[in-house]
């Protein structure tokens, strides 16, 4: 089955700074990448999706980069704000069925 | 607010016990999925379910079960429950039949084992 890996688990920058969490996937077949916000008490959010016919996605402060290649996509947030303070997820459902697969998650902290 | 809506939201219960857990999906959406969470093991795919019938299995239990009824909604039964099966529970659902058209999150149910 498939087997993503995501980095860092802790990333802090200063307000107004640019973030980046990377994440790597194993089956070569998987077409759609989606990256989740989890916010304390709630369930995951959909922010961001990529599917493999593009290279890159944005979305306002939010862009998805993907290289299938290196079977490894990334989440890219500037003008970092308080509210982007979260845990995010990347996730793949590899090539076969739809159930994803995530990350382990990376817990974004934005100092004031 | 994803339009995905979760009961119970809190559920404490001891081990060796039943629950049932329910999940009612975005209005039009067809799939529904089940996930768990826990500290450990993540997030975790269960089952989906699409349109009434079993789409697709991940790691689920054979003690968990889960169904999905005519009007849609979906219930996740846990069975013979175990310290360990204290986690969140998470549904999402989708438009068709496939998860690559995004998989939209409910706000969860907590269960606890003591």
């Known amino acids: 089955g498939e087997n993503v890996e995501q980095h860092p688990s802790t990333l802090s920058v200063q307000e107004g700074d640019s973030a980046v969490i990377k994440c790597t996937y194993s089956d070569s077949a998987s077409n759609y990448f989606p990256w989740y916000k989890q916010e304390l008490g709630k369930g995951p959010q959909l922010i961001i999706d990529?599917?493999?016919?593009?290279g890159e996605k944005k979305d306002q402060r939010i862009a998805v980069t993907l290289n299938k290649t290196a079977k490894h996509f990334s989440l890219h947030i500037t003008e970092t704000q308080p509210e982007d303070s979260a845990v995010y997820f990347c996730?793949?459902?590899?090539?076969?069925?739809?159930?994803?697969?995530f990350g382990k998650g990376t817990h974004l902290i934005i100092q004031p | 607010d994803s339009g995905v809506t979760q009961t119970p939201k809190h559920l404490i219960t001891a081990t060796g016990q039943r629950v049932t857990l329910r999940c009612s999906p975005r209005s039009g959406d067809l799939s529904v999925y089940w996930y768990q969470q826990s500290l450990d093991q993540g997030l975790q795919f269960l089952i989906q379910?699409?349109?009434?019938?079993?789409?697709a299995k991940g790691n689920i239990l054979e003690r968990f079960s889960a169904q999905q009824f005519p009007d849609l909604h979906s219930e996740l039964n846990l069975s013979s429950l175990e310290l360990g099966d204290s986690a969140l529970y998470f549904c999402a659902s989708s438009v068709g039949d496939s998860g690559r058209a995004g998989q939209f999150f409910g706000p969860g149910t907590r269960l606890t084992v003591l």
């Open positions: 379910y699409y349109n009434g019938e079993e789409r």
């Open positions: 996730a793949s459902p590899g090539g076969g069925a739809d159930g994803l697969t």
């Open positions: 990529i599917r493999s016919n593009v």
